[in-house]
Each structure stands twice: as C-alpha cells, then as structure tokens.
C-alpha cells in the first residue's frame, strides 16, 4: 500500500476483478494466488480461459505456477534485481510507452539510468533465473496491450519490501500498463476486509479515505466533525509499537482482531514484549494467545454474520453486511464495544444505526461520498472513488494519468530508483537452506479462524524440501526433522515437494501451537511499511536421533 | 477411497507409449527430468492443456502398450496434459476397453447382446472364466461374435464371428482369432448396380485407385465447380435427414454451421456406431472408405470446415485399419491436405478411437469425448451448429447420412428426393440380422414395406418362423408379423410406435426368449446410462429392478404387479420428459413395446 499511495497518492489495487478477466497477461509476482488467494484466482482463471498468458514469478515452482505459460523461479530476495532486469530490457528493446512516459510520469531518465548496468547476463547471476526466460517475461508484458502485474506478500514481506513494490510499479509505468482497462496494479488482500481497514483510516499516518493525518486541513475536517482535535503526528505502525514496547515506551496495548503473539516474526521475542506490558486489552472472537497474555479480553462479534456495516474487497468495493444473528452469551457488536468504552471514558458517542456511522464517515471522506446504503444495496456494491450520489468513477483507478489536459492529469507518476539489496540475512555453511514462508489452501494465517473446521487437506505444519535436499540430508517423506535457525528451532515431519528446488524450504505460519515457524524467522522489517521479511530466513535441517526401540 | 495417484510413478514402458504420441516433455513442465533449468523456469499452462484433446487417444496408447491404467500411468498423463490427477482418472474410468485395475495383456471381449445371444451365444451368466460379457461388437450378421485384445509392443486388436460356444472357450485360453471372411459376406446384395450407397461394397477394392476408377471423387469435382453454397442447396433440396436416428434434415444443419460467423468451423463423422444390432457403417467403412473421405471433403467444402474428425468406435478394428490407410493414401495423392483439386480446398482427416461408450454416439457426448472430458452429453441449447467442438460451430454426421452426399451432388438433390416416399426422400440402410437366411446389411429406397426387406435377405431362416422383429435397435422397439406389411417410412414407424432409427431389423423367431432379449435391453441400458443426470441414471436401475420383479411374478395375480406396471410407465414418463439426451428418452421405448405389442410378461 505504501508503494502505490507513494506513486499514485492512493493505495489500493487499481484494476477491477473484469479488468483481471480482460486482458492479455497477467504476471503473478511473488503471490501464490491459487491457494492463498483462491477468490481473486477465479479470477486470474477467468482471463487465463479468456486468452491471457500467466506468468508466474515465484521461488517456489507452486500450484499457481502449474497454471502459468512461464515460471520464473527466482532466489528469493532477488526480485527487485528482476524487475530492473525486465525493464533494461524493455528500454533496450525499444518497448517503452513513450506516449505514457512522456505525459504521465516523472524521473525516467534517472530511473533508467540506475537500471542499465541490469543486463539480462548480469540479471540472471543474481536472480538465477535464465536470461531468455527474463527476455520473455520482458517482451510479453511490454508487448502486450493489456497487462496486469498482480503481487502479494512474496513481493512485501521483506526488509525492503516497499522497494519492491516500487520496482514493479517502474515497469508498469514504462509500459503505460495503468489506468486502463485491463491493466494495472493489483497488491492481492488476504483479508477479506484488510483493504476497509485502510480505507477506514486504520493506519497510523492516515485518516479515513486515506488523508494525511500530518494535513492541517484534513485533520480540521475531523476536529470539527468529532469536536476533539485529533493528535497531528502520524502514530506508530505494528513494527514500531514493538520497537516502543522494547524501549518501554508503550506500556498499554490494545488489541482488536489480530493475533500479534503468534502472527509476528521472531515469536518468541513478541511474545514476551506482550507479555511485559502494564495492559494489555483483547477483543476479539477467539480466545487466540494474545488475548490469553491479556488482562481484560472483551468479547467481539463474528462481522460478516453478527454485525452490520459495510467491508471493502480487493477490487475496492464497498459492500454492505448485514446481521443475521445475536452474538453468543456476553459478546457484543464490535462497535457498541468501542461506543461504550468511549461512555466509560466521558464522550456520550450517539449512533442510533450503523447508517449514521457510515453517513458521517461519506461527510468526511470525499472517496465515499455517493455511497449512501441505498445506494450500495441497489448496485450491489460500488468500487472508490465515488464522490457523489450521481456518478459512478471508471472500475479502474488512476485513468486520470491518461488525460490529454495536463491540468486534469494531476501530478505525475514518479519513478523510483531503488536498489537492489539481498536479504538480510545470508545463507552460510552453518545455516545452509534458505526458508521461505508462505501459505497453504485450506489454512488461514495463525489458524485461529481455520482450525475450527476439519479439511481433509490439512494434515499439519510441515517442512517442504526438494527432492534433491531430501536425498541429501537422508530424510524421508513425513520423517520428523529439527529445523534451526539463529534464533530458535522447531520440529516439523518432511514433505518433498518437487516445487522446490535444492537449498530452498518452506513452511507456513499455519500451525503456531504446533509448529511455531516465527520462532525461525528474523525480525528484519521494512523501514517504510513495518512488513518483517518472513520471506528470507537461514535454516539448517537436523535429522532427529532415532528412538533406541525402532 | 484415496487414490492417491499424485505420487504413483509410471513405469518406462507407460511413459514411452505416452511419449511416442505427446514427443517427449517440454524442458521443464511436469514430469520432465529435474536440472538446473527446471529448478528456475517451467513451461506450461496453455500449451500443455491444448493438448487436452489427446487423452483419450493417449490413454489408448498405454492401454494398447500394457493393457490396464495404473495409477502411475495416469499421475503421468496428468502431468503431460496439465489436468488433474482426478479428471485423468475421471476419464480412464469413463470407458469400458480401459481398466484401471492390473488385468492380462489379452482380453477377450464375448458379445452378449441381442443378436449374438439370439444365435445361441453366451449370456453374461455363463461366460467362460477370464472373458468380459460385451454389449453388441457390431457383427451381428454372423453373430454371435468376440473380440481379442492383446497389449504389447505390437498390440493387437481381432474378432471372430460366427463363434460357437466350443470356440470361444478355445480363444479365451488362448487360441488365435480366425480370419475374418470378406467383407461382400456382409452385403449380399452386391453385385448390384442400382444400389447407390453400397454399390462399391465387396466389388471394387477399398484402394484409391479401385475409388478412382468406379466414379470416385466425381462429386467432389462438381462440389468444387458448383461452390458451397450450392451445395448446400442441393443437399437441402435432396431431403436428405440424419440417418443416426434422429432425422434432422442435413441441408439445414449445413446451412446453419456454414453461416455463423465464428472460426474455425468443426466436421465431426460419428462412426461410433453402438446401436445393438447395427453394423451398416461399419461395411461401409471398411467396404468403400473413400466414399466416407470424399462425403466428408464435400461437407467440409459446404460448411467451411478446415478439419474433420471421425469418431470410431473402438471394436470396429478392421474398418479403422482400412479407414486409417485410405486416409494416408488420399493424403498422399493430395485428396486430403492442404490443397484439394484446383479448388485448393484445404481439409484433412483424423481418427478418434472411441473407448467402449454407447454414449459417445449421441452428438454432444461425441464432443466431450473428442475433447478429452468423460463422455457426457452436454444441455442444449446452444446447438451444436453454433456451439460445438472446441465450442465451435460443427457439423457432426453420422457415416451412413455422409456417403448419401456424393450421389446427391452428382445426380442432383432433386433426383435424389425422388427415391422415397413423401416424408421420407432416398436411400436406407437397413441391418438385418436374426432369423433370416442371408443376414447383412441392405439398401432400399424409403417405403419399401418389411417383408420386402426379409425377402431381400433370402426370407426367413429355412425351418424358422417369425416371432418377432426388433426394429432401430434397443431405443426401437418391438414388431410382430402383423408388421410386415408395414413400409418401412418414418411416418409408419412413428404410427407403429418405433422408429427406424438406426436401421436395426432384428428378426426373432419362435425359440428365441424374448423376456430374456427384454431384460438385456434393461440391462444394456443401466450399464451404458453415463449417470450425469438423475432420470437416466436412477430410472434405468429401477427400471431393471421393476422388470425382474414382474419376470419373477410371471402368472401372479394382476393386483400383485399393478404396482410395478405403474412404476414402470412412471419411470418411463420421467425418463423421456427430463433425461438430458436421448439415451434415456428412449431407454424405456423397447421394453414398454415387448409389454405391450408382445405380451412377454403376460
């Protein structure tokens, strides 16, 4: 989100689920849609049996890439040496947008200059990948007339994962494949509402429908609305609340829907800075581990069936919820939760529905402004911006980079010049595999919303390696096996995985109870967004000593 | 049941007989050996799930090279083709010739069906040991028949009919199949220079240069000079309806595919001839093949379609093997190819093997089973005219309705439509087998009445008498003697309550149980039921159940079976209102006629 309100002053995917289904590539770049994602996949599949190439770029040859025309199986933490690879080629090859490069964005030439010592020679030692096979990603997707790159946290969750955005974000803008239908730039969402939660203003630097919380006259708007001024510093992101739990300088958290001891990197560590605080309140629908490390745990309400209100998907549309059930025994409506508090507290917050919560956030944020509840319930949804009750904007985002008149143009799209850096951490002879950590079909991030149910595909955490590494290290299929990183160990049974190739493994943060794979991971984040670099960990495996009896 | 095939393994010998016919695997899909290269880029996705429409044709090649699937077989033709180790599976146990349990390299396959059990042959109760029970192998006139599978490097595939009981014990130890008579036997009425359709049958040699010289490739010749368009108005003109069963008029189907604007257009021969009882294209494949090829380069030309496939079915050996060299011949002399005559008609043949499936004879099954999918027919509309093969507009002709073409474009569709009777115009094969002295297969004008055709056939078998005579097969019906006056139109047969449908004429004389061809007919349609949709695939079990027990009951009061009888004309009602193809719609057809026509269960 970070890279593309950067560039775009929005952060969100640009491009509509019909946009994914029309057009003539779509490059996956470190997504696994097919299972982390298998919504917006149906989608992907759509436009595949519509005629689009799949390309997949990923270190792990994965079920998404078995959908994929090409595979790119990157090193992992090489993808911004890709990406400028790509595009050197593309500028080489004579394929850039010049019309687009020349009307909408800023800072080619320096951009190009900082990608032209990427040859496909050089970029393929780097990246591992064959040079012919980066030439053919390049010439697709700037050959084609409709383009989509779609990404998710293969791409964000590293120390740099913010220059990686803005790597890819360069080769859409060379190749003009944005603000159009059928191409543009889609980060995936793995939460159903993750992308409301932003456009609520549930990020530290902004205020709802993304305004700067450090915008005088932004934040005056909402002084005035909610008759207190709101603080003028941007606040602290997840990273940074525990870098300040660390110092001591945040002592009371509290924590709605989200299972920090167990979703955070380096588990072990998080797990104590929670449990160091003087408060800690929880709210939430399961008793996760955060909320057992918690001295008051307020009991919420499942959103989708207890709750009403709205929540935004990945092709940001707006959509109502609407309650079909009471919440069980003392669980509350989330929202009456925080109106109480706010009592308890000397504000007397008055909302008689969810509708005036909503008609006061349409006052304030000008992207939601023509979405009454009516008006959602009559077209079923609508995508932001909509600025008023009359008008419906284009599915796709940022068409304004394409006007003629440079006034409605608005301000150019920057280039960015990153660089290339690997991985903080390196593999060596002690540590010799590199770990990379994703997600599996029929699980949910820490589990705490999957493992109420059976699947007969989830059989519990293990450590996939290839069949190459199994042999080497003299491992069965399903032998239980020490995994150890610098910061900790954890035992999990081995699955071969021909997806894999020698020197990388993976794992998921699936199972934490059993399986606590963040005790392996480091807690390297990204300076700009928080994200910790789950991606990229050094590891050695152990064989287990065989029991005395078998 | 876990199948667990995603980590079975092929052996080489499955691998090499999928190889032989996919080249062997692209660098780096699935499947291919593990190097550097494949550890960073693999190939694959749409160009390897365009190749979707060989898994029938591959699955053959192993079952031809081992003789079962096995799992590891099938994890491998999944990975070759980017399908799922499941749908792979789905598919090789759609059809009966595959086996995905280990079996012998030799199968032998004993007709039990109505023609073959009629002339004393075996029943599905006292097969020998080893031996498959097999519905109708399309031998009917020298009936009753078997057919010996053997895998290997050299896999062969043979029949043997007539087959006396002492013989198929004797094959199914082991003895070798003899050989097969000429295929004249099985046209008697040849030499005959009136006939139209069969005239070549048994006379001229199934070779290019015997077609050549017997007026072959004529009619071709003048499609070319007359154009698409009319040829199409002439086959229109002629009357000329489908000769599988359905009747559609043909004019009117190539009319419609060669006006839709979507490419490319699809020509598909359904030679996947099933029909118990039937064996007409058979003869006419394997007598006079290219009249199939040159019917078919018309269609083509007519319709626009720049390829044809022809969908055999997989017992008929000897007419794949005579189809199989006519068409390399008739490529090699530019009759198929890109450029046809100075017309430079652009159109070639190919071969689909079908794999033990009645099923696949209905037109839309036909496209599922081409395109690789279990053999289901698909909801209409969309039509195949508009959507078809591929999802393309297609023509699909069964065999006998193609070769009436060359003599519809030569003479002229109104000359044509001068044999026949007012709604039904031309020539028809008829397949007589049974009781009658000369079994084979028959060419008449419409209207020419039953006893004609039985006299055609040397009357009846010299001592037998008529019982009764099964007329389009198992979706036919039952006649009596009372019939024989009948014409044989559709219009009659329709006032009959049968039809003609695929021009089985099964004539049953009096030692024949008809209770027990009765409950084959129930029998043949439960197994053959695809079981994509309820009615077909529930009511043709109960179906069955409500027969046995009425055969059981036999001589019991009338109140004891009202309650079947009732159940049975329900099940038929539900079956013919709501199955979605026409197997089930006509399931009910022959049995409710040997109720009601013949009295079996009174």
Redesign the interface.
């Known amino acids: 989100m970070v890279g593309l309100a950067t560039v775009f002053g929005a952060g969100g995917g640009t491009s509509s689920y019909a946009d994914i289904e029309q057009t003539d590539v779509i490059v996956l770049w470190g997504s696994n849609a097919r299972s982390a994602h298998p919504i917006f996949f149906h989608h992907v599949l759509q436009g595949v049996r519509n005629g689009a190439k799949l390309y997949v770029v990923d270190p792990r040859r994965t079920e998404s890439a078995q959908w994929a025309d090409l595979w790119l199986g990157l090193d992992v933490g090489t993808d911004i040496a890709l990406a400028h690879t790509v595009a050197r080629e593309i500028i080489h090859a004579g394929l850039v947008r010049r019309d687009f490069v020349e009307r909408a964005t800023s800072g080619f030439a320096e951009y190009a200059a900082s990608v032209e010592e990427w040859t496909l020679e050089r970029g393929s030692a780097v990246t591992g990948v064959p040079a012919d096979a980066i030439r053919e990603l390049a010439h697709a997707y700037a050959r084609a007339p409709r383009a989509q790159m779609c990404w998710t946290l293969g791409i964000t969750e590293h120390h740099n994962g913010v220059d990686n955005v803005l790597a890819l974000i360069n080769l859409a803008l060379l190749c003009g494949h944005v603000g159009r239908p059928g191409s543009g730039l889609n980060p995936l969402r793995g939460q159903n509402n993750v992308q409301g939660g932003g456009d609520m203003g549930a990020l530290p630097n902004k205020l709802p429908g993304f305004q700067d919380v450090e915008d005088d006259v932004a934040r005056a708007k909402f002084d005035a609305v909610w008759g207190t001024p709101v603080p003028p510093r941007n606040g602290w992101n997840l990273t940074q609340m525990f870098e300040a739990m660390g110092r001591g300088d945040l002592r009371t958290l509290y924590v709605i829907g989200e299972n920090p001891a167990q979703s955070e990197a380096d588990g072990a560590h998080a797990e104590h800075l929670l449990g160091s605080l003087d408060f800690l309140v929880v709210q939430d629908i399961f008793l996760t581990k955060t909320a057992g490390l918690a001295d008051v745990v307020l009991p919420g309400s499942a959103s989708w069936c207890e709750g009403e209100g709205t929540v935004t998907n990945s092709e940001r549309r707006v959509q109502r919820v609407r309650k079909a059930l009471n919440p069980p025994g003392d669980a509350r409506d989330d929202c009456a939760i925080i109106v109480e508090l706010a009592r308890r507290m000397g504000r007397d917050w008055s909302y008689p529905t969810m509708e005036h919560v909503w008609d006061e956030l349409r006052s304030l944020s000008p992207m939601h402004a023509g979405m009454s509840y009516a008006r959602l319930e009559a077209l079923g949804g609508i995508q932001w911006p909509c600025f008023s009750e009359d008008t419906l904007e284009p599915p796709y985002l940022h068409g304004r980079l394409w006007a003629d008149d440079p006034a409605s143009r608005g301000r150019l799209a920057p280039f960015s010049v990153v660089r290339d850096e690997p991985p903080v951490e390196a593999t060596d002879a002690q540590y010799p595999l590199r770990l990379t950590t994703g997600r599996r079909l029929d699980s949910y991030n820490t589990g705490v919303q999957s493992r109420g149910f059976d699947s007969p595909l989830r059989t519990g955490e293990t450590v996939d390696v290839s069949p190459e590494d199994a042999a080497s290290l003299g491992v069965a299929d399903g032998e239980t096996v020490r995994i150890v990183s610098r910061r900790g160990e954890v035992t999990a049974p081995v699955r071969v995985d021909e997806g894999l190739r020698p020197g990388l493994v993976f794992m998921t943060m699936h199972f934490p109870d059993e399986v606590d794979v963040n005790r392996l991971t480091i807690d390297a984040t990204d300076p700009k967004s928080g994200t910790a670099e789950f991606k990229a960990a050094a590891v050695r495996i152990e064989r287990l000593p065989v029991p005395a009896w078998t | 049941m876990d199948l667990k095939i995603a980590s079975a393994s092929a052996t080489d010998a499955e691998r090499q007989a999928v190889d032989a016919l996919l080249g062997p695997p692209p660098e780096a899909a699935?499947g291919a050996e593990?190097d550097e290269?494949s550890?960073?880029?693999?190939?694959?996705?749409?160009?390897l799930r365009a190749l979707r429409h060989l898994m029938l044709p591959v699955l053959h090649a192993v079952n031809d090279r081992v003789g079962w699937l096995s799992r590891g077989a099938i994890n491998y033709v999944s990975q070759r083709l980017?399908v799922a180790p499941a749908e792979v599976y789905g598919v090789a146990t759609f059809y009966a010739l595959f086996s995905t349990a280990e079996r012998p390299a030799r199968q032998v396959h004993v007709c039990v069906d109505l023609a073959c059990r009629a002339a004393g042959g075996h029943t599905e109760a006292d097969l020998p040991p080893g031996a498959h029970a097999s519905p109708c192998l399309g031998l009917c006139e020298r009936a009753p028949a078997l057919m010996v599978l053997e895998a290997g490097e050299r896999p062969t595939r043979a029949v043997e009919a007539p087959v006396p009981r002492p013989r198929v014990a004797e094959v199914v130890a082991g003895g070798a199949c003899g050989v097969e008579p000429a295929v004249a036997a099985a046209a008697p009425q040849t030499p005959d220079d009136s006939l139209v359709l069969l005239h070549r049958v048994g006379r001229v040699a199934p070779t290019l240069a015997g077609y050549l010289s017997s007026g072959g490739y004529e009619a071709l010749r003048r499609a070319h000079e007359i154009g698409p368009a009319a040829v199409v108005d002439e086959v229109t003109a002629s009357g000329l309806v489908g000769r599988g069963g359905a009747a559609f008029p043909t004019g009117r189907k190539w009319a419609a595919v060669a006006s839709q604007p979507a490419t490319p257009h699809h020509l598909v021969c359904n030679a996947d001839e099933s029909e118990p009882g039937t064996f007409k294209d058979r003869v006419l494949i394997e007598g006079d093949p290219f009249a199939l090829l040159e019917s078919m380069t018309i269609a083509a030309w007519a319709t626009g379609c720049g390829h044809g496939w022809v969908y055999l079915r997989g017992e008929y050996p000897r007419a794949e093997a005579t189809l199989r060299a006519a068409i390399d011949e008739a490529r090699a002399a530019g009759w198929l190819g890109p450029r046809i005559g100075p017309a430079g008609q652009s159109f070639d043949v190919e071969i689909v093997r079908g794999g033990g499936a009645y099923i696949c004879g209905e037109e839309t099954a036909i496209f599922n089973s081409i395109e690789g999918h279990r053999g289901e027919p698909r909801n209409k509309p969309p039509f195949p005219v508009e959507v078809g093969l591929f999802g393309k507009p297609t023509v699909v002709n069964n065999v006998e309705t193609l070769v009436n073409v060359p003599a519809i474009v030569s003479g002229g569709g109104a000359a044509y439509a001068g044999w026949g009777t007012e709604g039904s115009r031309g020539r028809k094969l008829f397949c007589l087998s049974g009781a009658v002295a000369r079994p084979g297969v028959y060419e008449v004008a419409f209207g020419a009445t039953l006893r004609h055709l039985i006299d055609l056939a040397g009357g009846m078998r010299a001592g037998a008498t008529m019982r009764a005579v099964l007329l389009g097969g198992a979706a036919g019906g039952f006649g009596g003697p009372d019939d024989l006056a009948r014409p044989l139109t559709r219009a009659a047969a329709r006032a009959a309550g049968t039809t003609l449908g695929s021009g089985v004429v099964l004539v049953l004389d009096e030692s024949v149980d008809l209770v027990d061809q009765m409950m084959r007919i129930a029998d043949f349609f439960h197994d053959e039921s695809c079981g994509q949709c309820v009615p077909c695939r529930v009511g043709t079990v109960r179906q069955r159940e409500a027969l046995a027990r009425l055969v059981a009951a036999r001589g019991a009061a009338p109140d004891a079976r009202a309650a079947d009888v009732a159940l049975l004309r329900e099940l038929a009602q539900v079956m013919r209102d709501a199955s979605i193809c026409g197997l089930g719609q006509t399931a009910p057809n022959a049995i409710d006629s040997a109720i009601s026509r013949l009295g079996v269960l009174a």
């Open positions: 699935r593990r290269r550890h960073r880029v693999a190939r694959g996705g749409a160009s980017d």
